[in-house]
């Protein structure tokens, strides 16, 4: 049997709101036209949303084409940004991830980011190796319970579950079809009954219980 756990990112496994924050207020100076400065709680404000929903909710009082203008710039800025200053992990995130490759388990990251965050994430902190797939909006233009899916299938998992820390989470989670954790380590609630972590450390014992559940 092939057990996996695809995870969230923003705020199930790291926590980068300060250096998009910083990243996305730099790009913005560029623009003879806007005067915004974004801060870290603002980020933080609409983490786990779609980048394009994310423009539309920063950028409503600019026409839809130069909010994607804006979006691109901010984007693009945002994962060199990253690439040099990395962002701040859970604590424990990697002997976790560590302990759950030793139990057998299979991890990948599913995420409603740009192209290139993710592999940012795991380039500027070395954690690649952990990993065996990702997927992002970015990269399939696609909501999160459609890419949940998609990863799920495309490796094979005979049993899964999603881990993450919002109720969009649990609901593109329910919506694949799969069961879900919820980290009690970042932005959100979750308004439903389900298993749950208030730190990563306790992530190996909980999945063991609960994908032997599911088995």
Known sequence: MKKGILFDLDGTL??????????????????????????TEMIQ??????????????????????????LEDCCEAENEYIRRHGGQLLPGLEETLQQLREQGYHLYIVSNCQIGYIEAFLEYHKLERYFDDFESFGGTGKEKSYNIRLV???????????????????????KAGLSFIHARTGYGAVEAEA????????????????IASLS
Do not use: C
């Open 14 to 39: 790291w926590d980068s709101s300060e250096e998009v924050a910083i990243s996305w207020t730099e790009a913005l100076k560029k623009h003879s036209d806007t005067k915004m400065e974004i801060t």
């Open 45 to 70: 404000g609409v983490m786990g949303k779609s980048m394009t929903e994310i423009a539309d909710i920063f950028f409503e009082a600019y026409e839809l084409e130069r909010r994607r203008e804006l």
């Open 152 to 174: 799920a299938e495309r490796n094979h998992l005979n049993a899964a579950v999603y881990v993450g820390d919002t109720q969009g989470d649990y609901l593109a989670a329910a």
């Open 195 to 210: 298993p749950y972590i208030e730190k990563l450390s306790q992530l190996p014992e909980a999945a063991e219980k609960y």
